[in-house]
Structure formats: C-alpha cells, structure tokens
C-alpha cells in the first residue's frame, strides 16, 4: 500500500517557522516527485511546492523566499521548511507523490499527483 503522512503542523505566530514532514511508504521514494498543497478554509487546494526527482523544484509565488523543500531518500521523508510565516498560510497541507514527473505535476497542480497523504494543519495566529 501507498501511504504518505504528513506531520509537523501546530499553532505559531507570526513571523515563526514550522517544518513539516512527510513520510511515504510503499513505493520507491527517489522515484517520485513529492508536493505539498494547502487548503485553507472555503478555498481550493492549492499547490505550494514541489519537488522532482532530479532535485528541481517548484514554489507558488506567495511563499517564494519563505518556504523551502527538501528530500532525504534515506529517510523516505520530504520536508516543507516554512519562515516568516503569516496569517494567511493558516491551512491544512497535504503531501502527495507522483511517478510521472509532467507538467501538471511540476507546476503544483493537484490533478498532477495521484497518491495523497492525510492533512496536517498548519495556524499563524496574528
């Protein structure tokens, strides 16, 4: 079974960091491409960044300079590492994991990942 689980959420305040985790099993981590999205309350899943298996990456222009991907094949886990956070990155994150490294997947779009691991939720109190 595929299985991808996020960790590492909580409550932070403004301006802190987080680092979240996700932990896969079931596949050949070094493989697949891994993502992190977000959904915030009465918004669309979004993509936030991803990384491929060649080590390129991808990030939404709202956490550029702020957020940083990261992978170790040893470990089979992928890391969101996110400063400076602000209100508006309140949301639950999902990891998700693709073979297939086209375009959809390296632009962050949810339709380009087909296994997904269970939320963590991520608070920036003001």
């Known amino acids: 079974d595929v299985q991808l689980q996020a960790s590492g959420g909580g409550l932070v305040q403004t301006g802190g960091s987080l680092r979240l985790s996700c932990t896969v099993s079931?596949?050949?981590?070094?493989?697949?491409?891994i993502g992190w999205f977000r959904q915030a309350p009465g918004k669309e899943r979004e993509g936030v960044s991803v990384?491929?298996?060649?080590?390129?990456?991808y990030y939404a222009d709202s956490v550029k300079g702020r957020f940083t991907i990261s992978s170790d094949n040893a470990k089979n886990t992928a890391y969101l590492q996110m400063s400076s956070l602000k209100p508006e990155d309140t949301a639950v994150y999902y990891c998700?994991?693709?073979?297939?490294?086209?375009?959809?997947?390296?632009?962050?779009?949810?339709?380009?990942?087909?296994?997904w691991g269970q939320g963590t939720l991520v608070t920036v109190s003001s």
């Open positions: 079931g596949f050949t981590f070094k493989d697949y491409a």
């Open positions: 990384i491929a298996t060649d080590g390129k990456s």
């Open positions: 998700a994991a693709n073979e297939f490294i086209g375009i959809l997947t390296m632009k962050g779009d949810p339709d380009g990942f087909d296994y």
